[in-house]
């Protein structure tokens, strides 16, 4: 089989300035106003979210790995062989490449993420690294409707891979209608490969989201930078600061950006006004308990396989399958 250079293959389905622009422009007209997170991962966002799976602090990304790569028999064993590996917000695909290193012949490998540049660097790398694999990348909003590709080989399974506990940036109603819609991408037996972030001590979660560097902080601040270059919008950086606060009611973390002085914002031609200490919600990032999220996916269409979960209970990565009769 021949695979061709990915930068000719990607479907491009990112979502475009325009969409950009409206839809930031009514989170900021919303009470309380809200931002939706995917817009974190511009070119800098990403680059800046890639230094925060590095802090010490963010133990999110590492625990996940470690499952991972402790347990990759197994989940090798659960995937099967010839299978099409699905992988929602991919960006540079280092998870994958562990699962990669030990499935047992798979057809192809499906990225699929919001960030083209990170997408496509990630692709051409796989491509070459995984031959004769075929990767397949879409860039795309993957909330957005969408065709997955039909690879040339005909594959056993698909299994969808969603890592990183981005799971919980969905609130739980978006999140069950989410998993029962990623249900109709597959065929009974198909496999849901996930990373969710547990409950836990607020200190812990706090820190993770409060690192001392401020890498998160430039993180949730890029928001506005980007709206700046991209909406000719004036924000003053300044002027707001990054908040990170734990609700253990709702099992979340909220971040937030808070305005520091009474102010006003133009964009896009329009004006909008921020009191004092009022501030815009960012992300939700919500924490699950083990057994909760096993009921929550099988609610949404998911049957429990297999739960794996590290020494101190930080993380859990969970195999499901698609079950048989819906
Ligand atoms: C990749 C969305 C799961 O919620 O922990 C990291 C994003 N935000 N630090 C998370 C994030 C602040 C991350 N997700």
Redesign the pocket.
Known sequence: MITEPCSEMVLDLAPTPANFQSEFLAGLKRHPKTLP?KFFYDERGSSL?DD?CELEE?Y?TRTETKILRDNVEEISALCGSDCVLIELGSGRSSKTRLLLDHLETPVAYVPIDISRRHLLRAAEALNGDYFPLQVLPICADYNQPLKLPIPARIPKRKVIFYP???I??FEPQPAAAFLRRLATWCQPGDGLLIGVDLQKSRDILRAA?NDARGV?AA?NLNLLLRANGELGASFNLEQFRHRAIYDEVNGRIE?HLVSQCRQRVVLAGEEIHFEKGEFVTT?Y?YKYREEGFRAFAGAAGWQAQRTWIDEGRLFSVHYFSKVLSQ
Do not use: H
């Open positions: 997170c979210f925060i963010y999110l990183g506990s981005t919980g940036n989201y998160t993180f971040m992300e990032s």
